[in-house]
């Protein structure tokens, strides 16, 4: 699906943009429409749980470029994975496979992690993290940690 500026998402369909929810696929777009649209902001992905992927959403994790500590500690932990930089420039997010149920957001000192695998939108820039693979690997161990 394609986003707004504020990261809500919208679909695409029949030449129109509407508002879409992350929890009702009726209101979902094919990769295809929301490719072949200039609407939005960008590009995003919709978690439904059934396809076990899931994404690590590092917040405030980079400053000017550089990746903070606690965010290193993390993306160390992981096998090699898709990891891009988030639309905000100062973010992560680590894609892969694993099961999460119902997702959490952690707060730990400076550090906020997020972890989901459904209902959640997430956006995507196609801007790979330090040389990060194109494939995705199994992060069941990594979010076994956080959690």
Same mark, same amino acid.
């Given at each position: 699906?394609?986003?707004?500026? &504020?990261? @809500?998402?919208?679909?695409? %369909?029949?030449?129109?943009? $509407?508002?879409? =929810?992350? +929890?009702?696929?009726?209101? /979902?777009?094919?990769?295809?429409?929301?490719?072949?649209?200039?609407?939005?902001?960008?590009?995003?992905?919709?978690?439904?749980?059934?396809?076990?992927?899931?994404?690590?959403?590092?917040?405030?994790?980079?400053?000017?470029?550089?990746?903070?500590?606690?965010?290193? &500690?993390? @993306?160390?932990?992981?096998? %090699?994975?898709?990891?891009? $930089?988030?639309? =905000?420039? +100062?973010?992560?997010?680590? /894609?892969?496979?694993?099961?999460?149920?119902?997702?959490?957001?952690?707060?730990?000192?400076?550090?906020?992690?997020?972890?989901?695998?459904?209902?959640?939108?997430?956006?995507?820039?196609?801007?790979?993290?330090?040389?990060?693979?194109?494939?995705?690997?199994?992060?069941?161990? @990594?979010?076994?940690?956080?959690?």
């Amino acid at each position: 699906m394609r986003h707004t500026a &504020r990261k @809500v998402p919208l679909s695409i %369909r029949a030449s129109k943009v $509407v508002p879409a =929810s992350s +929890t009702n696929p009726d209101t /979902w777009s094919t990769y295809r429409a929301a490719v072949g649209s200039k609407a939005g902001a960008g590009m995003g992905f919709v978690l439904t749980g059934q396809d076990r992927l899931v994404c690590i959403d590092l917040d405030h994790a980079l400053y000017d470029g550089v990746l903070a500590p606690w965010a290193r &500690r993390i @993306v160390e932990s992981a096998p %090699r994975t898709y990891i891009e $930089v988030s639309p =905000s420039g +100062t973010g992560l997010h680590i /894609w892969g496979y694993g099961t999460v149920g119902r997702g959490r957001r952690m707060r730990r000192g400076e550090s906020s992690v997020e972890v989901y695998d459904r209902g959640r939108y997430i956006t995507v820039t196609r801007k790979p993290f330090e040389g990060a693979p194109s494939e995705l690997a199994d992060l069941s161990r @990594v979010i076994d940690d956080l959690l």
